[in-house]
């Protein structure tokens, strides 16, 4: 809240008194939309309504924070359940990904990253998918109590 309010009074004034050109407006975007950083669902908007656009991931994190408790929560009970349920969101999540690829015709080059930002970059469904591959290796070591024994493989490098 604080860097909030610290980045719309110091945009509001570097606006006023600067002789450079600054791409991001935070000075009106923060006036319309500083409730949405505060509720941490500025990552579902796109970039040009986004108050404090290098904040995004910070906001997919608090997603993806109240997904993992919610599953956990549940695994302490159903654990089988909450493990179809990650399952589904997993698979559900690469279906979604190769699906918007496919209809926004994506290849991935430079100029179609940026052209597409809002909706391959930002979004959390795109970026959830390695947050559940962490989740799943947790419940995994969790099952093994933590027996995962790497053998130390020496490699000769002949050059």
């Known amino acids: 809240m604080m860097v909030l309010g ?7 004034k570097i606006h006023k008194i600067s002789q450079f050109y600054m791409y991001e407006k935070s000075y009106e975007t923060c006036t319309k939309y500083w409730w949405r ?15 404090m656009s290098w904040s995004w991931y910070l906001a997919n994190d608090m997603q993806f924070f ?6 956990l929560m549940l695994s302490t009970v159903y654990f089988y359940a909450a493990a179809v349920l990650l399952g589904i969101l997993l698979i559900g999540s690469v279906i979604l990904n190769g699906y918007i690829s496919y209809i ?15 909706i391959l970059y930002f979004s959390p469904w795109i970026r959830i998918i ?8 947790g419940f995994i070591l969790t099952k093994i109590n ?3 024994v790497l053998e130390k493989v020496m490699f000769n490098l002949y050059f």
């Open 130 to 137: 390695p947050y559940i591959m962490g989740i799943i290796t």
């Open 104 to 118: 926004y015709e994506y290849i991935p080059t430079w100029g179609e990253q940026y052209r597409l930002a809002d």
């Open 66 to 71: 109240i997904i993992a408790i919610i599953i």
């Open 37 to 51: 950083n505060l509720l941490y669902i500025n990552n579902l908007f796109g970039l040009e309504e986004m108050c």
């Open 6 to 12: 610290i980045l719309l009074l110091s945009s509001t």
């Open 146 to 148: 933590n027996n995962f």
